[in-house]
Structures are given as C-alpha cells and as structure tokens.
C-alpha cells in the first residue's frame, strides 16, 4: 500500500492506484503514452510476487577514495584458486558507493540520532561511546527498546544548531554484509587478541559478499590491509547431473538421511573426495555405497591386525630387523605422509584424501596384511613380533592421516589398538622421516608385486584357479630381486617351484608353444601351459562361449541395422547397443585368439 508520501492516493493498494493515477495524468493532459507491454521484471524469489520498488533515503558508504589500497592488499593474500586475486580486484574497482542501510525488522541498528530541532543527523564520538557502553551492557535490542533520551549522555546537545529539545533514532538497520564484514574487529582484534586471520573459508558467492565487505572494512578503518592472509573459495554441492539441488526440482537430499543409512563418515568421504578449491562437487549416492565399503575394508582390516596383535605398546623394530616387505611398506607410507601434508597445507583436499584412500585400499590392506600373514602365523617369534609392530605403526600412522577425514571410525579403531594419547584428534600429526626412504627396497618389493599382479590377471583370463599349482620361471635383468621374493611366489601366485635366471634365458623360452609367458617392464615369467590347463575342457569352454558371442553380435547388429530403431530409438538406448556390440567383438577376438594358442 501506498504511505502518507503519495498524498491522495495513500492507502490504496499498488495495482489498485494504476488506473487512478492514469486517469489524473489523463485529466492533467501530462500522459505522453499508456500501453501494457511484456518485459522481464523482477520477482521474489520466495513469493514469486513483482518486487514493487521504493524510493526512500539511504545511507551509503563512499569506496572511491580507498579502492587503490584495497585492491594493494589483495596482493599481500595467498588466494585459493589463484584466479580469487583477479576477481576481487575487478569488483573492487568495478563497485559503485556501499548502500549500507536496510529497512527491515531485524538486524544490527544504524547508529545514528536526528535532531528534532534542526532535522540533521547526529553521529560523534560521544554518541558511538554511549550506544557503545549500552550495546555491552544489554545487547543491540536496546536500541530498539529504549528512546533516544535514555541512550543519549545526560544533557547531550545537538552539534549542528546546538539545542537539545530532543532526538529520534535512526530505523534502518545496517546491511548484513556491512554487519558480517566487521566482525573480525570483535573476533579477533578484541576477542582473540591477534589480527588478521589466517584464512577466511567460504563459497564463490563471497566474492561480492564476506570477502569483499571484511576487506573494505579493514582497509577502510585500519589502513593495515586485508583481515585474512588466505581466501580459500569452495564450490557447491550439486546433483549428478550438476544442477544445483532445490526443493522445488526435487533434486536435494537430506543429509541426516544419508548419514543414517551409510554413515557420517562415508557421507563425508563422498563429498571430499574429488573436491578442489573452486570448483562443484557432484553428489552421487551410489558413491556414499562405495564409501561405506571404503571404512568396512578399514574396519575388517583393523579387526584382523588386532586379532593377531600381541604387542603392548606401538613401535618399530630396529633397522637391522626390518623385511623387504616392511621397508617397502615403511617407504610407502613415509612418501605418502609428505604429499599429502603437502596437499593439505595447498587445501588440496581432494586429492589429498585420494591419496590416503589409495594407501589404504591396495598398499596397506590388499598386499602388505597379506605379504605379512606367513610371518604372523609361523614359528620364527622375533620375525612374527617385528611384522605385529610394522603392521599397528603404519595402521596408526594412516589413522592420523585419515582422520581429518573420516573422524569417528578413525577414532573408534584408534582407541582399540595400543597407542599413546587420550584421543587420536590430539595425537601429533605424522612427519617424514628420512630413514625411512627405502628408495631401492620399494622399488625390488614393487617389482615383485607387480609381477604377482600379472600372474594372477594371465591366470584369471585363463580361468585357472590359485589353487592350481605351476612351475615358475623368472627372467629378469636384476635376477636377485626376484630371489629374495620367491616365497611371495609361491604363496600368492599360485607358484609349486620358482626358478630365478638372467634375462637371456628369455629368448630360448619364449619361442616355447608350451609356455604362456607373461611380461612386465622388469622381467619375463614363464608357465607351463599344460599344466595350467586342461586343454579338451578349455576347448569345449571356448566353443560354448564363442556360440554366445555370435548370438549376442547377430541380435546387436540386426538392432543397428534396422533404420527404424536407429531413428526413433533415444539417442542413448543406441550408443549403448553400439557399446554392447563393440564389446562382444571384442570378446569373440579374444576366444578365438586363445583358442588358436591351444590348438598349436
């Protein structure tokens, strides 16, 4: 409704004083032209009803005449993505004088007294100490609960006409931004005792927001420079598709929700993982499911190592009684620790949990429990004590390192193994250790599980279980590597016998139709093939799954061929038949060129 300013039509409803106001200006021979037209206008976005502006007077804040040293300090701050920098300074001197009044309801009070004798607006040192000394005492809501009078210093005079009739307040409450932008006065300044923050953390929307107004205030008031040393930017959290997530697209999901079915920690995990400064993370379920499973093999992993963990107190046996296994796995974790520390300190958090997620899944739960299961249930004690104590410090060392990420299974595990400290938040972040950069060990142990690796992938092509033992011949340019690990051979490739020779064996054995060979970049493994398979039921397998492939390539190609589908079919429903199609060629090459080595 229209107030007392518009005269004869105050009270009446906007819509409603249109045609009025028209038929006045018609009446007044002042109407130039009337006509409805369609234009893009603005709208609330919570309503949806037309924004009616209103031309009132506003209190503004002059930028002009700092933006040079604002945008100076802008150099002096580490900015994450490094393009924050331009951004900020584009605005900066881009921006037009800060209105920084609201009228609104709520908010933090305009100081600001008017003179009822002369009108001016009254604002000195003397009035800012009483609304001061009264804001500390009772809060910003007494501004709004008392009158002027009560704030004012008894027998305050006006300092433009000099009376002292009386005095109003000011209605408008300040801008939120301007409200925001100063607090690192009272947090840090007075509060904490120390200035500028280390880092200020927030969305891409700052820029224009937090970021801009606490720098403007500090360069403003201070002259000193940015309140922050850092500006880290993060993106949203978006859908699959990266949409942004909104109720009326019901396209959101509820977090609890999905804590409570894969937990806190998975739902965690899911958003960090693949995250950089900047940029949007897309949120899938079926990824919370995958991190569910991450903290399971963590969890199971753990389980294990304290079921056959005998030791007292954490720690690591001598040099000296260190295996091949432990320094690779020591070197590993050593490496590890540096990057992503070093991720952390870039806020490359993203890549940083990777990393972590890596270490734990192969490195440390998929080869090195398993490298150190022989030495865990032999007889030799010294070497079965010395695999528990590697096995509880690279657990307890990666536990710190995964916290920050995923912080409650990490303590619940913590707090079940031997360990110094009352709770893992507080235990000493890892650092690297030059000792243990076992540069030559990694690499021999390396070499060996890579050669494992390809053993076991030739024999699952071949659909040879592990329970069926081979005699085993490794050529290799650095023979002795491969000896010392003979016994991870035979134990977890399946291996009756290892035969360890330079790589000039290689070529004599490699022109042997009897031999399946097997090649990584640092040596040659040979298998009998008679005794990986037996040759009749391989051949009938073969013939059985090749007639399968032809059915599958006839009715894909018969699809693809037929014009109709091809046209009204969704674009997607075809290249997935193309792909379904590409794949059963390839299978088809792949059996008849195993079929043609068995037939040899």
């Known amino acids: 409704r229209h107030t007392d300013y518009a005269g004869k039509y105050a009270g009446m409803i906007v819509d409603d004083s ?22 893009s206008y603005p709208h609330c976005w919570r309503c949806k009803k037309p924004i009616i502006f209103r031309a009132t007077p506003q ?38 004088d800060w209105c920084i009044s609201r009228q609104r309801r709520w908010g933090l009070p305009i100081p600001v007294f008017y003179c009822a004798d002369c009108g001016k607006p009254v604002c000195t040192d003397e009035t800012i100490e009483a ?15 008392m009158d002027a009078a009560d704030i004012l210093p008894r027998g305050f005079a006006c300092p433009h006409c000099g009376k002292s009739t009386g005095f109003t307040k000011e ?50 008031a201070f002259g000193e420079g940015a309140p922050f040393k850092e500006c880290v930017t993060h993106g949203w959290t978006v859908d699959g598709e990266g949409k942004a997530m909104h109720k009326s697209l019901g396209n959101g999901i509820d977090p609890l929700e999905m804590a409570e079915k894969y937990g806190a920690d998975a739902l965690r995990f899911n958003l960090i993982t693949g995250n950089s400064p900047g940029n949007d993370t897309r949120f899938y379920v079926e990824k919370c499911e995958a991190m569910r499973n991450f903290a399971n093999k963590i969890w199971n992993a753990s389980r294990y190592v304290l079921m056959n963990l005998k030791i007292d107190e954490p720690g690591l046996p001598a040099m000296e009684d260190l295996e091949l296994e432990d320094k690779w796995v020591l070197s590993k974790l050593n490496t590890l620790v540096r990057e992503v520390t070093a991720n952390l300190d870039a806020y490359e958090i993203g890549v940083a949990s990777s990393k972590v997620y890596d270490f734990i899944w192969d490195t440390y739960c998929d080869w090195f429990i398993e490298l150190c299961k022989a030495r865990l249930t032999g007889d030799d004690e010294r070497s079965k004590v010395n695999a528990q104590n590697v096995l509880c410090y690279v657990l307890i060392e990666t536990l710190k390192l995964l916290h920050p990420f995923m912080p409650f299974i990490t303590e619940e595990i913590w707090q079940a193994i031997p360990h110094e400290g009352k709770f893992l938040i507080s235990a000493e972040w890892p650092t690297y250790r030059e000792e243990f950069a076992f540069g030559a060990e990694e ?12 053993l076991r992938a030739r024999r699952a092509e071949m659909n040879v279980p592990m329970s069926k033992k081979v005699n085993l011949t490794i050529a290799a340019a650095q023979p002795e590597v491969f000896a010392a690990g003979k016994a991870f051979f035979l134990r ?18 490699s022109g042997d139709d009897g031999l399946v060979e097997v090649t990584t970049h640092a040596a040659r493994l040979f298998m009998p093939l008679a005794e990986l398979v037996d040759f009749e039921k391989e051949l009938a397998r073969i013939a059985k799954e090749k007639e399968n492939c032809l059915k599958q390539i006839a009715m894909f190609e018969s699809k693809l061929s037929n014009e109709a589908f091809v046209s009204r079919a969704p674009e997607k429903v075809v290249s997935d038949q193309k792909e379904k199609l590409a794949k059963n060629q390839a299978l088809l090459a792949q059996l008849i060129e195993s079929e043609k080595r068995l037939k040899k």
């Open 131 to 145: 609304v001061s000394a009264l804001f500390a005492e009772k809060g910003s809501n007494a501004w709004f609960e």
């Open 18 to 39: 249109n045609p009025v106001i028209l038929k006045d200006m018609q009446e007044a021979r002042v109407l130039f032209a009337s006509e409805e037209i369609v234009h």
């Open 59 to 96: 209190w503004f804040c002059s930028v002009e005449s700092f933006k040079d040293e604002a945008c100076a300090a802008c150099d002096d701050v580490r900015w994450l993505p490094a393009w924050g920098i331009d951004r900020m300074k584009s605005m900066i001197r881009e921006r037009n």
């Open 492 to 509: 977890l490739a399946g291996a009756e016998d290892v035969k360890v020779c330079g790589m000039e064996a290689a070529d004599a054995a």
């Open 443 to 454: 690499s021999s142990m390396q070499q060996i599980i890579e050669a494992i690796t390809a």
């Open 171 to 220: 209605e408008d409450t300040l801008d939120g931004w301007f409200d925001s932008g100063s607090t690192h006065f009272a947090a840090m300044k007075k509060d904490q005792g120390f200035w500028p923050a280390t880092m200020y953390l927030e969305g891409l929307d700052q820029y224009r927001g937090w970021f801009q107004s606490s720098l403007l205030t500090a360069v403003g």
